[in-house]
């Protein structure tokens, strides 16, 4: 089965279709279709991403699937949440992972509480306007370091601790990161879902 991704995020990608392969399911960057981006309008990784996948649907007529998620850090109120890859940029700097993440070292300069979570909604639908979209969340917890550490994954990757683990997300090899993550851990959940509603596998 094909499904449009709507991301033109490489590495995401790879991710998903690693996730999604035994399925038999196919992913399809919207941006080689000449798909847009989506407006990102709202303040919850499932508005978001159910927003996105109905977009990618639309204009592709295909079954489309859509990713939204990011970096929840509670002393900042779930900040920067679903604006985590614009975190910078919001504040007057510019948009890259290195920028994201001196942005939050600074907002967490001197705070004893670095408890973090990555967040990911996943939403699937058959069509732009399925009345029953399927809607899975993955939540990753751990902590934020003073300091980078590790050279693997992307965004707040080096960042953030894993305590179970004993590493950074960035240091983890690919493999281990693609059975632990919150993308994972939402996928799971969302296989679960293609094979008793949409009859995959």
Same mark, same amino acid.
């Given at each position: 089965? &094909?499904?449009?991704?709507?991301?033109?995020?490489?590495?995401?990608?790879? $991710?998903?279709?690693?996730?999604?392969?035994?399925?038999?399911? $196919?992913? =399809?960057?919207?941006?080689?279709?000449?798909?847009?981006?989506?407006?990102?309008?709202?303040?919850?990784?499932?508005?978001?991403?159910?927003?996105?996948?109905?977009?990618?649907?639309?204009?592709?007529?295909l079954p489309a699937l859509a990713d939204d998620s990011g970096l929840a850090v509670e002393v900042?109120?779930?900040?920067?949440?679903?604006?985590?890859?614009?975190?910078?940029?919001? @504040?007057?700097?510019? &948009?890259?992972?290195?920028?994201?993440?001196?942005?939050?070292?600074?907002?967490?300069?001197? =705070?004893?509480?670095?408890?973090?979570?990555? =967040?990911?909604?996943?939403?699937?639908?058959?069509?732009?306007?399925?009345?029953?979209?399927?809607?899975?969340?993955?939540?990753?917890?751990? $902590?934020?370091?003073?300091?980078?550490?590790?050279?693997?994954?992307?965004?707040?990757?080096?960042?953030?601790?894993?305590?179970?683990?004993?590493?950074? =997300?960035?240091?983890?090899?690919?493999?281990?990161?693609?059975?632990?993550?919150?993308?994972?851990?939402?996928? @799971?959940?969302?296989?679960?879902?293609?094979?008793?509603v949409w009859h995959l596998g």
């Amino acid at each position: 089965m &094909k499904l449009v991704l709507a991301s033109n995020n490489a590495k995401k990608l790879l $991710e998903l279709q690693a996730l999604f392969t035994p399925l038999g399911i $196919e992913l =399809v960057n919207q941006g080689s279709l000449g798909i847009p981006e989506a407006d990102e309008p709202f303040d919850s990784f499932v508005e978001n991403a159910l927003t996105k996948a109905r977009h990618a649907a639309r204009l592709s007529g295909l079954p489309a699937l859509a990713d939204d998620s990011g970096l929840a850090v509670e002393v900042l109120g779930g900040a920067p949440g679903v604006r985590s890859a614009r975190y910078a940029q919001d @504040a007057g700097g510019e &948009k890259s992972d290195a920028a994201n993440n001196a942005h939050l070292l600074r907002q967490l300069d001197g =705070v004893a509480d670095r408890r973090a979570r990555f =967040v990911c909604a996943l939403v699937a639908v058959r069509s732009a306007d399925d009345p029953e979209p399927l809607i899975a969340m993955g939540r990753w917890a751990g $902590e934020i370091l003073a300091a980078p550490q590790g050279e693997g994954g992307f965004g707040y990757d080096p960042l953030m601790w894993i305590p179970a683990l004993g590493s950074t =997300v960035a240091a983890l090899p690919a493999a281990d990161k693609n059975r632990l993550s919150h993308r994972a851990l939402a996928a @799971a959940s969302l296989m679960q879902q293609f094979r008793e509603v949409w009859h995959l596998g």
